[in-house]
């Protein structure tokens, strides 16, 4: 047989043992579901809700406090001469803790297989839950909710749930924001949180008249499921929502700790569909290195670790 047909044939063999296995893991997910939404039949009028969960509040917040403190190490250690983009001090030291008896060098001369029979795997390296795991949502620290109620008198408090990892170890309000086309400007955010009220103060002039407008759909609030008007909302009073992408997810959520989780399905699967699943890698062209060869195309943001460093895309 020659050797293109050899090719075409392994090729072949390996097209087909990918699919059986793909093929072979969804079957293994269940079966499909009545319904994409979770069930929103409101049994109760809202000011029973209102007062069942704030009641329960307190008992949540304990609860998911001492998971913290069973996992890490909360206390305020600021690295000496070491600060953010302008004066906030970067924690320092290890946070996770250990299981009693053990030190990282005993961990260190185990084997994986040792460490998981003997359950000394550490849990800070565990996947930390929602204080609210089931329900899910967006939650945000209360310096961003301050200032979200200064600029537009929204009001971003959950009565079930507050936000709990200590101001210390989150990055500085707000994020300073830099353009790649235009680094000459510095920080184009002004150590403002770019809301619906001043993005058009602070960008015009900057970006293009389309990125402008893409830019103002980002930062105009849309309601979900804790934020609305309708009786179905964690917020005391009806709001106009809460999950602005770029306020509360991108300048603030990603840089500045605001947690949110999918509500659970009846499987117990989380709410949501994949991130890398959104949207199709085959967006993004690929590109030329410096020498003029052709790379892979860079995944799309949704994609990307957030907090790896790699090539430039």
């Not at 072949?12 to 990918?18: I, L, T």
């Not at 946070?95 to 185990?110: E, F, H, I, P």
Request: proline share 10%.
């Amino acid at each position: 047989m020659s050797l293109p047909n050899n090719r075409k044939l392994w090729t072949g063999v390996a097209f087909a043992a990918v699919t059986v296995a793909l093929g072979s893991a969804y079957a293994q997910q269940g079966p499909r579901g009545k319904s994409s939404y979770a069930p929103v039949e409101i049994t109760e009028p809202f000011s029973a809700i209102l007062a069942r969960l704030s009641a329960q509040k307190p008992s949540v917040e304990r609860e998911h406090m001492a998971v913290l403190n069973e996992r890490y190490d909360l206390s305020n250690r600021p690295a000496a001469g070491v600060t953010m983009d302008r004066t906030k001090p970067v924690q320092e030291g290890v946070r996770v803790k250990l299981t009693a008896g053990t030190t990282w060098d005993s961990l260190a001369g185990m084997t994986p297989e040792q460490i998981r029979d003997r359950n000394l795997f550490p849990p800070g390296f565990l996947p930390l839950p929602h204080p609210k795991h089931v329900e899910g949502g967006m939650v945000f620290p209360r310096f961003l909710i301050n200032e979200i109620k200064r600029q537009e008198a929204r009001d971003l408090t959950r009565f079930d749930v507050d936000f709990d990892i200590p101001d210390h170890f989150l990055p500085e309000f707000p994020p300073a924001i830099y353009l790649n086309q235009r680094s000459d400007l510095g920080d184009v955010s002004q150590s403002q949180l770019v809301t619906v009220e001043n993005y058009y103060q602070l960008f015009n002039g900057i970006i293009n008249p389309k990125q402008l407008e893409g830019l103002r759909l980002l930062v105009t609030p849309f309601p979900q499921q804790q934020f609305n008007q309708t009786e179905d909302r964690r917020s005391e009073q009806p709001s106009r929502g809460g999950d602005a992408l770029f306020p509360a997810r991108r300048q603030a959520g990603h840089r500045s700790g605001g947690r949110s989780r999918r509500p659970i399905e009846p499987t117990g699967r989380a709410h949501t569909a994949p991130r890398c699943a959104r949207r199709p890698t085959t967006t993004t062209p690929s590109r030329s290195d410096h020498r003029g060869r052709r790379r892979a195309p860079c995944p799309p943001s949704a994609c990307r670790p957030r907090f790896a460093i790699g090539r430039r895309c």
